[in-house]
Protein backbone atom coordinates (compact mmCIF):
# COMPACT_ATOMS: atom_id res chain seq x y z
CA UNK A 1 0.00 0.00 0.00
CA UNK A 2 1.40 2.96 -1.37
CA UNK A 3 -1.14 5.92 -0.46
CA UNK A 4 -0.98 7.85 2.89
CA UNK A 5 -4.41 7.10 4.41
CA UNK A 6 -5.81 10.29 6.50
CA UNK A 7 -7.61 8.67 9.67
CA UNK A 8 -9.78 10.59 12.31
CA UNK A 9 -9.93 8.98 15.49
CA UNK A 10 -12.57 10.00 18.14
CA UNK A 11 -11.32 7.39 21.22
CA UNK A 12 -11.32 8.39 24.72
CA UNK A 13 -9.52 5.75 25.77
CA UNK A 14 -6.04 5.51 25.47
CA UNK A 15 -5.71 2.07 25.50
CA UNK A 16 -7.88 1.45 22.55
CA UNK A 17 -5.96 4.47 21.06
CA UNK A 18 -2.90 2.96 21.57
CA UNK A 19 -4.62 -0.87 19.72
CA UNK A 20 -5.57 0.82 17.06
CA UNK A 21 -1.94 2.42 16.43
CA UNK A 22 -0.41 -1.26 16.77
CA UNK A 23 -3.02 -2.25 14.46
CA UNK A 24 -1.86 -0.15 11.92
CA UNK A 25 1.63 -1.00 12.32
CA UNK A 26 0.72 -4.39 12.26
CA UNK A 27 -0.99 -4.33 9.23
CA UNK A 28 1.66 -1.95 8.16
CA UNK A 29 -0.32 1.02 7.10
CA UNK A 30 0.87 4.39 5.74
CA UNK A 31 -0.46 6.76 7.31
CA UNK A 32 -1.74 9.95 8.96
CA UNK A 33 -3.56 9.53 12.32
CA UNK A 34 -5.42 11.96 14.04
CA UNK A 35 -6.35 11.54 17.27
CA UNK A 36 -9.44 13.77 19.48
CA UNK A 37 -10.12 12.09 22.55
CA UNK A 38 -12.17 15.06 23.48
CA UNK A 39 -16.02 14.77 21.60
CA UNK A 40 -16.75 18.23 22.70
CA UNK A 41 -13.20 19.45 20.56
CA UNK A 42 -14.22 17.86 17.15
CA UNK A 43 -16.68 20.10 15.62
CA UNK A 44 -14.69 22.83 15.92
CA UNK A 45 -11.40 20.30 14.34
CA UNK A 46 -13.27 19.51 11.70
CA UNK A 47 -14.47 23.51 10.66
CA UNK A 48 -10.66 24.26 10.68
CA UNK A 49 -9.25 21.67 9.47
CA UNK A 50 -7.34 22.57 6.00
CA UNK A 51 -7.85 18.71 4.68
CA UNK A 52 -10.46 16.43 5.33
CA UNK A 53 -9.59 12.66 6.69
CA UNK A 54 -10.20 9.43 4.34
CA UNK A 55 -12.53 8.33 7.27
CA UNK A 56 -13.47 9.16 10.32
CA UNK A 57 -13.41 6.44 13.29
CA UNK A 58 -15.45 7.20 16.40
CA UNK A 59 -16.35 5.50 19.76
CA UNK A 60 -20.01 5.64 20.81
CA UNK A 61 -19.20 6.64 24.60
CA UNK A 62 -17.38 9.57 24.85
CA UNK A 63 -16.79 12.32 27.61
CA UNK A 64 -18.60 15.84 27.43
CA UNK A 65 -20.72 15.04 24.48
CA UNK A 66 -22.42 11.68 23.18
CA UNK A 67 -21.88 9.79 20.40
CA UNK A 68 -25.18 10.46 19.21
CA UNK A 69 -25.24 13.68 19.66
CA UNK A 70 -21.38 13.90 17.84
CA UNK A 71 -22.24 11.69 15.24
CA UNK A 72 -25.49 14.05 14.27
CA UNK A 73 -22.75 17.10 14.49
CA UNK A 74 -20.50 16.02 12.12
CA UNK A 75 -23.05 14.63 9.46
CA UNK A 76 -24.15 18.50 9.00
CA UNK A 77 -20.27 20.00 8.89
CA UNK A 78 -20.09 21.22 5.52
CA UNK A 79 -17.59 18.52 3.66
CA UNK A 80 -17.89 16.03 5.85
CA UNK A 81 -21.19 14.65 5.44
CA UNK A 82 -19.43 11.86 2.76
CA UNK A 83 -16.76 10.87 4.47
CA UNK A 84 -16.75 7.63 5.79
CA UNK A 85 -17.51 7.41 9.12
CA UNK A 86 -17.63 4.42 11.25
CA UNK A 87 -18.17 4.35 14.74
CA UNK A 88 -16.84 1.78 16.78
CA UNK A 89 -17.80 1.14 20.10
CA UNK A 90 -18.56 -1.33 23.05
CA UNK A 91 -22.26 -1.15 22.90
CA UNK A 92 -23.78 -3.91 21.47
CA UNK A 93 -27.44 -2.58 21.25
CA UNK A 94 -29.65 -2.70 18.15
CA UNK A 95 -30.94 0.73 19.34
CA UNK A 96 -27.64 2.32 19.33
CA UNK A 97 -26.37 0.24 16.02
CA UNK A 98 -29.83 1.33 14.21
CA UNK A 99 -29.31 4.69 15.35
CA UNK A 100 -26.20 4.99 14.38
CA UNK A 101 -26.47 3.98 10.84
CA UNK A 102 -29.97 5.82 10.47
CA UNK A 103 -27.86 9.25 11.21
CA UNK A 104 -25.08 8.34 8.79
CA UNK A 105 -22.69 6.29 9.96
CA UNK A 106 -21.58 4.04 7.30
CA UNK A 107 -20.93 0.72 9.58
CA UNK A 108 -21.04 0.44 13.27
CA UNK A 109 -18.50 -2.14 14.55
CA UNK A 110 -18.55 -3.86 17.85
CA UNK A 111 -14.86 -3.00 19.15
CA UNK A 112 -13.11 -6.38 19.11
CA UNK A 113 -11.41 -8.27 22.08
CA UNK A 114 -8.49 -9.72 20.51
CA UNK A 115 -5.38 -8.32 19.28
CA UNK A 116 -5.84 -10.37 15.64
CA UNK A 117 -9.74 -9.40 15.75
CA UNK A 118 -8.52 -5.28 16.38
CA UNK A 119 -6.12 -5.51 13.32
CA UNK A 120 -8.44 -7.26 10.94
CA UNK A 121 -11.22 -4.57 11.86
CA UNK A 122 -8.21 -1.74 11.03
CA UNK A 123 -7.84 -3.59 7.96
CA UNK A 124 -10.99 -3.20 6.83
CA UNK A 125 -11.61 -0.01 7.72
CA UNK A 126 -7.86 1.03 5.94
CA UNK A 127 -9.92 -0.87 3.29
CA UNK A 128 -12.91 1.77 2.96
CA UNK A 129 -11.14 4.88 3.44
CA UNK A 130 -8.43 3.87 0.17
CA UNK A 131 -11.34 2.57 -1.32
CA UNK A 132 -14.83 3.00 -0.85
CA UNK A 133 -16.26 -0.31 -0.26
CA UNK A 134 -17.89 -1.20 2.93
CA UNK A 135 -15.47 -3.46 5.04
CA UNK A 136 -17.43 -6.37 6.47
CA UNK A 137 -19.30 -5.95 9.52
CA UNK A 138 -17.55 -7.65 12.82
Do not use: W
Not at 93 to 114: E, H, M, V, W, Y
Amino acid sequence: MSKTVHILLIEDDQDDVELFQYALHSNRVICQLEVIMDGDRVESHLQTSTKRPDVIVMDLNLPRISGRDLLQQIRTIDGFSQVPLIVMTTSSADDDRNFCLAKGANQFIIKPSSLDAFAQTVAAIVELALTGNQPSPR
